[in-house]
């Protein structure tokens, strides 16, 4: 979804789940050699059209991922690469050579794959022609998380007196 916003952005402008400055679905990062792409593809899906509705509903006009975001998000994949036995290979999962930078497996089960991607992360995100769409979802976001708090708090309480009632 390049809307052309900051030449300086344009390699890391995209709509795609996770990678933070890699390209769409099945990009760069996104290979899930460990499982089927079936278990993958679906958390790709999800993630990529809660980015498309905001477009598509005229609120926001593209979405641009910060620079910062992925270079910490790359950062956290090669570091986990690292120990893996993609490092020790020379194969197309690399670029350039035996010693380049590992760029088409993503480094967990798919069950990480899907815990990251089940929401898009809004602050990683330059939102463009969509400030007031930002600020409320930012909004969401924090009473959501507020709201999940809570619910913890009462859960372990409810625990506590249950526990301490059966040891009455």
């Known amino acids: 979804m390049d809307c ?14 996770l990678q933070r400055g890699s390209a769409g679905v099945c990009g760069l990062g996104q290979s899930q050699v460990s499982s089927c792409a079936l278990l993958s593809t ?3 899906i999800q993630h990529t059209t809660q980015l498309v509705k905001p477009i598509l509903a005229g609120a926001v006009r ?28 020379n194969s197309y999962y690399r670029r350039e050579s035996a010693k380049g930078k590992i760029f088409a ?12 991607a089940r929401r898009p ?3 990683d995100y330059e939102i463009v ?10 909004q969401r976001e924090g009473i959501v998380m507020a709201v999940k708090l809570i619910g913890m708090i009462f859960g372990v309480r409810r625990v506590w007196e249950v526990l301490h009632h059966s040891q009455s």
């Open 121 to 123: 992360r809004y602050s």
């Open 4 to 17: 052309g916003h900051r030449a300086k952005h344009r390699r890391w402008t995209c709509v795609s789940p």
């Open 42 to 44: 679906p958390c790709q």
């Open 129 to 138: 022609g969509g400030e007031r769409w930002g600020r409320a979802s930012r």
């Open 105 to 116: 497996t993503f480094p967990g089960p798919v069950s990480l794959f899907w815990w990251l």
């Open 62 to 89: 593209s979405f641009a991922v910060r620079e910062e975001a992925s270079s910490k998000y790359n950062s956290w994949m090669q570091k986990r690469l690292a120990g893996s036995v993609w490092n020790f290979c």
